[in-house]
């Protein structure tokens, strides 16, 4: 799924996340929120810009309740960035392209 936007959920989080040989920038949203609707796009271009280096992925709270209060989700959108299974950056609320590039460079 490389160059696009993962979606992943309680069943597989660990395995497309923390075990990711990849850098990962997750996203921790749901559908009904505006914020996170308007940062689907600005996913998808990082996907696609940075494809090959980082992993995109996001997890909807609304279906996957369970993963997100293991990792102190506690508003959205969250951004992780995921790093050999460890949160190495986060970001609260909305996005720009530039917050999100900002936020993984420092990792790659």
Do not use: Q
Not at 36 to 54: M, Q, S, T
């Amino acid at each position: 799924m490389s160059g696009t936007v993962l979606d992943v959920t309680d069943a597989d989080f660990d395995e497309k996340v923390l075990r990711s040989p990849s850098l990962v920038l997750v996203a921790f949203r749901a559908e009904w929120s505006a914020p996170c609707r308007a940062l689907d796009p600005v996913l998808a271009e990082v996907a696609k810009e940075y494809e090959g280096r980082v992993t995109v992925a996001r997890l909807d709270i609304d279906r996957s309740p369970e993963t997100p209060p293991k990792h102190d989700v506690t508003a959205i959108p969250t951004l992780f960035v995921v790093k050999e299974g460890t949160k190495v950056a986060t970001r609260i609320g909305p996005a720009t392209k530039n917050n999100v590039v900002n936020l993984i460079s420092p990792h790659l």
